[in-house]
């Protein structure tokens, strides 16, 4: 599936079972909590503090893409393409940090 395609699936879902969009506040909202549920489990599962139990079955693949889904609402309700938008910030990566990497001694 490309991004163009997400962005028409989501389009498609929302309209016909999810009825309309959220409002772009409370999408903002449940942006935030979504990428918080990923934040957890990656604090837990890859870094110091322990993982509850209640947080062991979690997928963390499944809360990326509740990220993704809410994302590509956002931009379907702003008028983004997002497959424009991502090829131009990468071309802006491109550019900014041809060398940027490469000469970063911390990263040697």
Known sequence: MTIKDAQTTVDDWIKTVGVRYFNELTNMAM????????????ARRYGEQSEKESDKQ???GDEMAD?????????NQT???????????????????????LNNEKLK
């Open 31 to 42: 942006l935030t909590e979504e990428v918080g549920e990923v934040a957890r489990i990656i």
């Open 58 to 60: 979690k997928d963390l």
């Open 67 to 75: 990220v993704l889904w809410v994302l590509i609402c956002l931009a």
């Open 79 to 101: 008028g983004i393409d997002l497959t424009e938008a991502f090829q131009k910030n990468l071309d802006k990566k491109n550019q900014r940090d041809a060398t940027r990497h």
